[in-house]
């Protein structure tokens, strides 16, 4: 293989599954760039969501325990939800930690979008950092989640990483994106990019 790398070209996109808004599952037929036909590359198509580091005035950060079916297990994550349609992420973000947690920040630092799934796409998440978060309501999350707020402290995410307390990826993947001073700034630098 030499020279630029380009794109696939979708031929035909048909779908076999419209559950939405939560799931859809598509057939694409797609073109590679050396003019190979693939047919039936399927894509899943979930609600993007988002996904916040939210630090209060003392520093301590906000995580939820909570069971989720798909690990099938308790486990701690970071308070996060689905977009709405049409909403922007950022209001999502600010919108599901009062919801989750009873919580509200002004200082709010975009991390960057990214796919979940690398071939099959499943959905986007956004990540927000935020700070100096204070309590203004009681929580209300309407979920069918359970929910119990936990405040930790850096040390105390780090020893629930070795003990195993986290199920999801982009739960590590959060605590890389803020704990990595390098990656941090980087990642918020880079930010503005859109994901298609």
Known sequence: ??????????????????????????????ETPEGRRVENFYQVEQMDF????????????????????GPRRVSQTFPAGA???GEDPLAAAKRELLE?????????????SY????????????????????????????????MRLELLTRAELF???????????PVIAMLGAVLLPDLRDNLARSAVRPVP
């Not at 988002?50 to 520093?59: A, K, L, S």
């Not at 919580?103 to 709010?108: L, R």
């Open 1 to 30: 293989m030499s020279g630029e790398l380009k794109p696939w070209t979708v031929l035909e996109r048909r779908t076999l599954l419209d559950a939405g808004p939560f799931l859809k599952v598509h057939a694409e037929t797609i």
């Open 50 to 69: 988002v996904q916040m580091f939210v630090e209060d005035e003392d520093g301590r950060v906000l995580m939820l325990r909570t069971y989720k079916h």
């Open 83 to 85: 977009l709405n349609p």
């Open 100 to 112: 989750e947690t009873g919580y509200a920040a002004e200082d709010w630092t975009a991390l960057g």
């Open 115 to 146: 796919v979940v799934q690398g071939n099959q796409r499943g959905c986007v998440c956004h990540m927000f950092h935020a700070r100096n978060a204070r309590k203004v309501a009681e929580a209300d999350s309407g979920d069918l989640e359970e």
């Open 159 to 169: 020893a629930a990483a070795a003990a195993g307390d986290y199920a999801l990826l």
